[in-house]
């Protein structure tokens, strides 16, 4: 650890107010048995980071104050704690952010990112607005050769919109991706990347978002001014869509993938709807046969798997949903940002 300081500078969640982030100092942490420490190189902008930075009533029950935050990140190993032997120091990683406990019945059947005594990384403990972090090595998943950091930092977000996606067909499917925020995006763009025969990509009103669609590959793009049933309708004989995701958080998208999905087909919902119980038209879930399935997370390792290979063969175009990149120190900048919807992915670097 020779050129690790003793010290560091991070964002901190220090007031129990809106925004309430302050640099504050804190000692580098050290890597336990199992544990790396890693240098930051890029943190990306999560919706879950801007709940924090609103501090609505979840963000206070789960964040606690002088918790350093950020959870989609990407750097470099600069130590090991005892017993690590899957990792050298230099290795270039990104995080995964579902801290599993590995040995309960969820993680002994391959469903980790839904461990029975899991925690999220930078939310429910220090995380990666900051110089250095410590994670399990297992967390810290190698990333292909020569990838740009920035890019490596966003595979929470595309993990996220890669496991959604393959809650049903891909290849040679019809797919609607609902809301287009930075994981809808990265899902139509996944979508084709992966094999989609035709993808529609719908938001409401976001035109900035709709455009970007238009460029990562989208067939049809539709907004609030259309019939969002009728034209998914009309664009698939009739039938409806093999596939659709829900990335809006919004209950009038989510009855809308139920009356456009085809019979037999696959609704995968990876929403958290805020204050309204969203209604589901279960009828035609039941009548028309549907497969309805939440998602969480990115499944461990077979999600990352996949994004490794998209991402070495430069199948997906990061460049085109990372709008925004800026230095760490503009944080409070990317965080209000990130909140007018005026952009993509918004990466600060370190
Ligand atoms: N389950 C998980 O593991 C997990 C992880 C991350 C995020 N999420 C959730 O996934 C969702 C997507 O996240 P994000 O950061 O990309 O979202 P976001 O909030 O940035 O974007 C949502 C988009 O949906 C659009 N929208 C609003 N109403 C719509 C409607 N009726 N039809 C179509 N589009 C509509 C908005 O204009 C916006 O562009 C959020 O609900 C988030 O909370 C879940
Ligand atoms: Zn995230
Ligand atoms: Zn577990």
């Known amino acids: 650890m020779n050129q690790v300081p003793l010290t560091m500078k991070a964002w901190t969640k220090t007031l129990d107010e809106r925004g309430g982030f302050t640099l504050e100092d804190h000692p580098i942490p050290k890597p336990v048995a199992g544990e790396v420490l ?26 606690p104050l002088g918790t350093i935050t950020g959870h989609e990140t990407s750097g ?3 130590a090991l704690g005892d017993g690590v032997t899957s990792h050298s120091i ?28 899991g925690s ?21 998943r190698q990333i292909p050769e020569g990838l740009d950091p920035g890019h490596a930092s966003i595979q ?29 995006l990265f899902a139509v763009n996944a979508a084709k990347a992966m094999g989609a025969k035709y993808v529609i990509a719908i938001d409401w009103d976001n035109q900035y978002r709709m455009n970007l ?32 995701c829900e990335f809006s958080g919004s209950p009038t998208a989510l009855a809308n993938t139920v009356h456009s999905t085809r019979m037999g087909g696959y609704v995968n919902v990876l929403s958290v709807y805020g204050d309204s119980m969203p209604a589901v038209p279960m009828n035609e879930v039941v009548f028309r046969y549907l497969h309805v399935k939440g998602i969480n ?10 994004m490794h290979e998209l991402l070495s063969a430069g199948k997906i175009d990061v460049d085109r949903v990372l709008t925004h990149r800026m230095p760490i120190e503009n944080f409070p900048e990317a965080m209000e940002l990130a909140l ?3 952009c993509g992915k918004i990466v600060l670097d370190h």
């Open 297 to 306: 997370g990115r499944k461990m390792w077979s999600t990352w798997d996949t």
């Open 340 to 342: 007018s919807g005026e």
């Open 213 to 244: 669609a238009k460029g990562l590959g989208a067939d049809l793009v539709l907004g609030k001014d259309d019939d969002v049933v009728q034209a998914i309708l009309d664009a698939t004989e009739g039938r409806g869509v093999d596939n659709s």
């Open 120 to 140: 999220i990384f930078g939310v429910h403990g220090n995380g990666a607005f900051a110089p250095f972090f410590v994670v399990p090595a297992v967390n810290a």
């Open 90 to 117: 230099g290795d270039l990683v990104a995080i995964e952010c579902h801290l599993a406990c590995w040995s309960c019945p969820r993680c002994d059947e391959g469903n980790a990112h839904i461990c029975e005594n």
């Open 156 to 184: 929470d977000p595309l993990g996220n919109a890669i496991h959604t996606l393959t809650g049903g067909p891909i290849e040679g499917a019809t797919v609607a991706i609902h809301g287009l925020g930075p994981i809808g």
């Open 76 to 78: 470099k190993v600069v």
């Open 38 to 63: 890693i240098q930051t190189l890029s943190t990306s902008v999560c919706g879950t980071d801007l709940h924090i930075w609103k501090w609505d009533d979840w963000s206070r029950e789960n964040v």
